[in-house]
């Protein structure tokens, strides 16, 4: 029996991979398709296989500017002896060769069709134009196939080229051109609504700095949640700034998931006075997920609006709101749209500074590389100093009860990958 008085044990923090997993659980692809021009389909999730009707290239061609030969034409000069052969034709990207005659070579450019017969391509600069270029001396015989690229080395029929569930890249983009797709079927954007909380904040424009009142400072994190959701590809309805009463949280929230698949909020999770979200959203619907053992971003918050209205809550100090949105926010949208690997990429850096101080949750330190490759650390890693991510480059993801000394490798996540 509970003594009178005595506070409820709070739960242990959720451990990071454990959140995350629980949220990626929760995000199912969304429902509905459309077809996009492939000029604007960068950055969106591809919902089908894209499936190559021809290969690529289409025919054997030359991979450089220089004279197409049979190298048994060349050979039987001797190795000693450079070979002069007669040029019987010229052939330009675009254009279609006739079949080289036995004896002679054809002036070749980058891309074009190798003429049916020859067998090598001698590159320019290993050979010498006679007679105003109706003759060619070769000075090398060429070893079968060279700089030949050959019909199908890049995409044969029939090859899957882009997968279901990828997050379309420039790259992409030029393959799905490569083989005639003027349009991509992609998954459709989430519609998100985001809102932030607090009196204390303004938004910029509203009130010059000189005029700002005793405990208000600026909304920033609007700003780049707002730039966040935009790069994954969200259509965003920006809600404003909601005051610190319950009844208005509850009422911003019922309003934002009558037509959302996330609501997204700013300030509120905590457990003061004046954190009204959590409450509001849990008369709502209900709330899955509170605090993550994370630093900076502790108090996070997932759970339902109704049934089908996915809820984020993210801290208010500015560095905790960006990187519990890389980190929960950034996958879970991800996966929404279908992309199967959201995991930002991580690779081994030295560290060049010291960190003495272990912490029980995991630690995402705000670092930028050196000019000798090592990881630099901002002095002040306060989860309200905005200055640490502008002037970062990455982070160190730091596993909980580790110190770092100098010289150390450690795990290095770049902007990059977290933010985009």
């Known amino acids: 029996m509970k003594a ?136 090398a015989v060429p070893q079968p196939g060279q700089w030949v690229r050959r019909a199908g080395e890049d995409i044969e029929t029939g090859a899957t080229v882009l997968a279901a569930g990828m997050r379309l890249t420039p790259a992409a983009l030029g393959l799905a051109a490569s083989i005639g797709l003027a349009r991509l079927r992609v998954a459709r954007r989430p519609r998100v609504a985001l809102f932030s909380t607090g009196d204390e904040l303004v938004m910029p424009g509203e009130v010059p700095p000189e005029r700002m009142p005793p405990g208000a400072i600026y909304n920033s994190n609007r700003f780049f949640l707002r730039a966040m ?8 309805s920006d809600a404003g700034i909601v005051p610190d009463r319950r009844d208005a949280t509850q009422q911003a929230l019922a309003d934002a998931a009558a037509a959302h698949d996330l609501v997204l909020t700013s300030g509120g999770v905590s457990v003061g006075e004046e954190d009204h979200v959590k409450p509001a959203v849990a008369a709502l619907g209900r709330i899955d997920l509170w605090q993550v053992a994370v630093k900076p971003g502790k108090p996070f918050a997932y759970g339902r609006i109704g049934e089908h209205v996915h809820f984020m809550g993210l801290p208010g100090n500015p560095v905790s709101s960006l990187v519990t949105f890389a980190i929960l926010v ?74 770092i000394a100098q010289g150390d490798a450690v795990r290095f996540i770049p902007f990059a990958d977290l933010l985009a």
Request: with cysteine; proline share 10%; net charge negative.
């Open 229 to 236: 959701l935009q790069r994954l590809g969200c259509e965003v």
């Open 4 to 139: 009178v008085g005595t506070a409820s044990p709070r739960p242990p923090l959720k451990p990071l991979d454990d959140a995350l997993a629980e949220l990626l659980a929760q995000a199912r692809p969304l429902d509905g398709t459309e077809d996009v021009d492939t000029f604007e389909a960068d950055g969106r999730a591809l919902a089908f296989d894209a499936v190559s009707p021809l290969r690529v290239p289409p025919h054997d061609n030359s991979a450089m500017d220089g004279y197409a030969v049979r190298r048994a034409d060349v050979a039987a000069a001797g190795a000693s002896v450079a070979a002069e052969l007669p040029v019987s034709q010229r052939i330009a990207a675009g254009s279609a060769p006739q079949p080289l005659e036995p004896g002679t070579a054809a002036r070749i450019f980058t891309g074009a069709p190798l003429p049916p017969g020859a067998d090598a391509v001698c590159m320019q600069e290993d050979c010498e134009a006679l007679e105003g270029g109706a003759r060619v001396r070769i000075q």
């Open 330 to 403: 950034r996958p879970f949208l991800l996966r929404l749209q279908g992309v199967q690997d959201v995991a930002p990429r991580a690779v081994e850096a030295r560290a060049n500074f010291h960190w003495p101080r272990a912490d029980r949750r995991r630690e995402f330190l705000r670092v930028r590389r050196a000019a000798d490759g090592g990881l630099e650390l901002f002095p002040n890693q306060g989860s309200g100093v905005l200055t640490s991510a502008a002037w970062g480059d990455g982070v160190v993801d730091n596993p909980p009860g580790r110190t």
